[in-house]
């Protein structure tokens, strides 16, 4: 059974930990109007368990139990099970806490049981206290690969196993021509006053949530009926704020900057939230098609992420009033 879908709100896309940070700011301003549909693209089996890097490390952050030095995982972790694990010559490359574990486990054994990934979603964030709803983007499985100069590689032995060294060529989405979005996410798009698009990564992150048959034209419709989509960019005066976002941009032949963002969103978002760092480009911005806004878009602590939210949020509302004016 499709869990109801809440009253209308925002709707982020977000990955990992840049687009945590903005839905736990967006959180502050909405509450539990905010609906998170995360990328599932970076899930994977290890030690037999279903890990759910991105879920959980929005989960984490917006119930205020992350680590915040990482990003990722829980605070105050231990790490006993690996120090074990690598005595017995077990693969501890990707490193499970030990308060984490017990998330996998619960989620790996109700997966196994047959419980649809929403479900099994929403009873984890509610046992971590989390307000707003988290939706895996689909209950079907979907893995990204990279395609380096040596072959193709699972997402996160690319990611956390090299280190995200190897430049990428190419990347796909296995999976993904059988995937869904779920009925909770069609629903929360439906009802969205607002989409933002998260500052994470466009390629890895956004891009295997925007590759789901349907859901561009999901957010397509509701732009027609008059919400508005607000993107913000992770790059910052040509560098990502963290992982491998600038250095995919290089590789795959864009620009690797907030413009190069922009000519991946344009036909998707109306408006880019750009750093004041990339004041220079909004002429150019605009010329590829999507309204810039200049605002501060790093994310230092909960008051900068609480700004930028609000920033956002007003984005969004004064583009739909403009919009609806228009139509008038
Ligand atoms: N990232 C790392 O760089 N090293 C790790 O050992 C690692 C472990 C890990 C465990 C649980 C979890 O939920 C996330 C974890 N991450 C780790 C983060 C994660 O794999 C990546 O940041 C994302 O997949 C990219 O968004």
Redesign the pocket.
Known sequence: MPAEPRPSGIVALA???GGAKLAAGLQAVVGAGLTVVVNTG?DFELHGLT????H??VAYTLAGLEDRE????LRDETWHVMGALDRLGGET?????DR?LATHLLRSGRLARGDRATEVALALQAAHGVGPQILPMSDEPVRTEVRTDDGWLT??DY??RLRQAPAVREIRFRGIDDARPSAEVGAAIRAAEAIVVCPS?PFV?IGPILALPGIREAIAARRAAGARVVAVSPIVAGRALK?PADRMLQSLGHDPSALGVARLYAGIADVLVVDHADTDLAAAIRSAGIEPLVADTVMTDDASRARLAATVVDASRAATTSRAAARA
Not at 51 to 54: A, G, R, V, Y
Not at 93 to 97: K, P, S
């Open positions: 990955g990992g930990v970076d890990i759910w890097p991105d959980d490390t990482q990003g990722w995982g490359w990707f490193r499970l806490g984490d997402f996160q990611f956390v990564n992150s992982g």
